[in-house]
């Protein structure tokens, strides 16, 4: 849970407040886990759900990271858990996870950073195709 609102909480206020018609939701998500000292907030990410009517049709969880830290989270595998109890997608759906791997593994402090940018690149031409490493430096002087 990341400022005051849980994802299962954000997932239902948006499906309640676009019943009609395409939504794209870009929701940065606080993964936790039980392993050593990260604490509840391990590591950030960037969720990407395409809502259409109401129902969750496509989600892609951004990791800055590989795939290395994803043993630690299983953000992705988590993800869909939650929302397939809530009943907010059907069995067949799965959110799945991109690797971009812009963040190296021992820098622990960039994630929130990350999902910033990638949340911009989205939302501008090109989308995350034009998004790279030295374009996410760039982003965080000007905007950090």
């Known amino acids: 849970m990341a ?50 009517n109401g129902i969750i049709q496509s989600a892609v969880l951004h990791d800055p990271k590989g795939g290395f830290v994803d043993m630690f989270y299983g953000g992705a595998g988590r993800l869909t858990a939650i929302l397939r109890k809530e009943n907010l997608i059907g069995d067949d759906f799965s959110v799945t996870v991109e690797h971009r791997g812009d963040q190296s593994l021992l820098n622990g402090n960039d994630c929130g950073r990350f999902a910033a940018y990638y949340a911009a690149k989205i939302t501008a031409e090109g989308g995350l195709d034009c998004a790279d490493k030295k374009g996410a430096v760039a982003f965080f002087a000007e905007h950090f």
């Open 3 to 52: 400022g005051g609102r849980s994802l299962l909480q954000t997932f239902t206020a948006l499906a309640d407040a676009y019943q009609q018609g395409p939504a794209k939701a870009l929701i940065p998500v606080a993964q936790s886990n039980t392993y050593g000292p990260f604490g509840p907030r391990g590591h950030f990410t960037l969720l990407e759900a395409d809502i259409d």
